[in-house]
């Protein structure tokens, strides 16, 4: 396979080394925004060199972001060859536009390292799905919140020098909107959901609160009743519905999403014979992701479906309107409980906004004393 | 894909019925020992039938046990037809021959459902060796055994009231020696080693002790100190060695592993640079076993290589000479810890069994007060 990389980052040069290990598998041409000495593989500057050359079947791009690294996979799509990326906002935003064009140009679309780190994820929900019927996903899927909020309940140390000490170890960006307030999870979620229920969901449609309202009170709060916070997603299924959201989620300290720590991951599906399947790993850093993405060109080597499966790609609503569970709030230092639908909850935090820009939400696995 | 299903019991007739929903996968014939009325299928009582079936492309073989089993799946390997298995006893014992039958034949071998039941184990190994250097492998693997110490830590019961209710659930066998012996783990160990570290093992070099000799009084001894009892294996990489062996482990009550429960197992593995990954799941049950068979056909009907990988198929001895930690002792009522190698440890607990064959061994997390 005769790979043109998009992006030496972390994840790009952990990926060029593992290709250096690997028969079958090699980075021919390089695209850098910034020159690069040593490598085995020519480095260019412009995408074209790469888009045009007949001898790259397999575009992998490791750039992030929305622009250029879509107008990228679209090109290379377009060009009939194949594409593998990690990245979640290209292909949650443009998932059934970029899956056609994979299936019209008979080339393979995949995004296993977008999902999961180096947990083979993507993979799982595909095969269970193909035989069963999946119900539900869950999952811990942000290294970086993870990272903090593991820490903030180990040491009581507060929210603001977590994302600074984060930033340092360069598990968080310099603009960590993403991570910090949801949208990274969600769009993992979205991508679970879709090849869980083999539907497609418009992101925006899936309400989403992140860790940026948490405070070192909140946290010992949840200690003294011996939970523990993680930023939680769940997409399930209910009646002819699809239910799914990303927030805070306080979990029992003896359960193993509460022990999920550091930058690990973990996710659950619940499919109707298969019952409950957990997978736990790395949800970032450098070689995990490179080994989701050195996969996929296995994958696509051997030969594999366009995308995952066949997907009918129908577009999918999100109601929230149905089960009720209950929540915990926190306005101007108050705590409360409240048994509310997922809707009715986020509706209430838009109230509660308006009163206290630092309101909480958080969802809880049984009603407690406040 | 035309399937001869060889057996008709929980799993045969689980993957049969999978195989009702899912276009591209037709059961043609069923080896039976009995009449079977109302299947979509033709049942015949002889393999040969089966065997001769030039339209009959992949035996599914679901009976069990080494004889006839083994020589059916031979045969067909050596018939040209493609062979997907649960039978962890034909595979461990006849690891290298069959493996190399079918590359001979140009035909594909494969056991997923073998270890983990519907966990996608065995295909995990492989995704992580093929990239990076494996150095452990660990879990529990039985269905049956977890099942029985979960109910004896939930209840206080004892062991022969737990065996017996196991026996009436159907999860333990009228005789139950190969899952209460650990025999059954020590298998799923050894093809798990074989793939994580690229060798063949002989299943008699791994020291095996199950949970037949531990009583009600040893759970209690353990939970009076947060321990839980459980019967796990562990093949890891030292120095130039493998060290392999299966035993009841105590694991912090904390621990997912204490926590795994009821017919569940966890599994893990340990690689260089991807890191720990855990699989949780069924690890029995006619459902989640059966769609690993039907997996194991989607992979052969794609197009895969005759085995999971390229294997060297070295023959490795096991080294259980090195490491030492901590091991707990019971003999003549008498709890000890001392802290061993591998080796020694049971080398001292075949000492013990001398003068009390209930004598126990279990492997500790850390020295604890006897």
Known sequence: MNIGLLGFGTIGSSFYR???????????????????????????????????????????????????????????????????????????????????????????????????????????INRAAAMDRLDAVEGILNGTTNYMLSEMTARGADYSELLREAQELGYAEADPTDDVEGFDTRRKLVLSANLAFDISVNEQDVPCEGISTLSSEDIAWAKERNLVFKLSAR???????????????????????????????????????????????????DYPTASNVLADCMEIKRGCPPFYNDHSLDDCGIDNAGTEGPWLFRANGTYTVRCLSVANAFYVLSKLRGIDSTALLAKLPYTVEV
């Not at 690069?36 to 888009?51: A, K, M, P, T, W």
């Not at 209910?238 to 927030?247: F, K, L, M, N, R």
């Open 235 to 285: 997409a399930e299924r209910h009646g002819s519905g699809i239910s799914a959201y990303v927030c805070p989620t306080l979990f029992p300290s003896a359960t193993t999403e509460a022990q999920t720590n550091d930058i690990y991951n973990l996710v659950s599906l619940y499919a109707e014979h298969i019952g409950k399947q957990s997978f736990f790993g790395a949800g970032a850093g």
């Open 18 to 124: 593992l290709t250096l290990n690997q028969e079958g598998f090699c980075v021919k041409t390089l695209l850098s925004r910034r020159e690069r000495e040593g490598l085995s593989c020519q480095v260019v500057y412009s995408f074209d060199e790469i888009l045009n050359d007949p001898e790259i079947d397999t575009v992998v791009e490791l750039i992030g972001g929305m622009h250029p690294a879509f107008d990228y996979i679209y090109a290379a799509l377009n060009a009939k060859k194949h594409v593998v990326t990690a990245n979640k906002m290209v292909v949650c935003a443009h998932y059934k536009e970029l899956i056609s064009l994979a299936e019209q140009n008979g080339v393979c679309l995949r995004c296993t390292a977008a999902a999961g780190g180096g947990i083979p994820w993507l993979p799982s």
